[in-house]
């Protein structure tokens, strides 16, 4: 298996706590949604699908079944928002909203 982050999923991923995984989740998120606003769909699919690359590597460098509880949720609503039907009714502003709380904690942790 190939990955778009490399040297990330050769371990390096895992020194990272979980807000900082988060807040690189929520760049990518929040790439794939400028590029969809710019109507650019091949660059935000590939956010898009670099930031699933980033959960499932959180979902392999988390042990506490809260956080990957959580990881599972996210991971499924965000496909469900990009490629699916949106069944969950996410939209940008909530995503930009849910990921921001990362940010800040994780800006604030250091």
């Known amino acids: 298996m190939s990955f778009r982050h490399a040297t990330l999923a050769a371990g390096r ?6 807000l900082e995984q988060m807040a690189n989740v929520a760049s990518e998120v929040e790439r ?6 710019k ?9 898009f699908e670099r930031a699933l690359e980033l959960l499932d590597l959180t979902l392999g460098s988390t042990e506490r079944p ?18 699916g039907a949106n069944s ?3 939209t940008d502003a909530s995503w930009r909203g849910y990921f ?11």
Not at 13 to 18: A, E, I, S, V
Not at 66 to 83: G, K, W
Not at 100 to 110: E, G, V
Request: net charge positive; proline share 2%.
């Open 66 to 83: 809260t956080q990957r509880r959580e990881v599972a949720r996210v991971r499924e609503a965000l496909v469900d928002f990009f490629s």
């Open 32 to 37: 794939a949604l400028n590029w969809r606003t």
């Open 100 to 110: 921001l709380a990362f940010a800040y904690a994780a800006r604030r942790a250091h």
């Open 13 to 18: 991923w895992k020194t990272f706590t979980f």
């Open 88 to 90: 969950y009714g996410s």
């Open 39 to 47: 109507n650019n769909p091949g660059y935000a699919q590939r956010a």
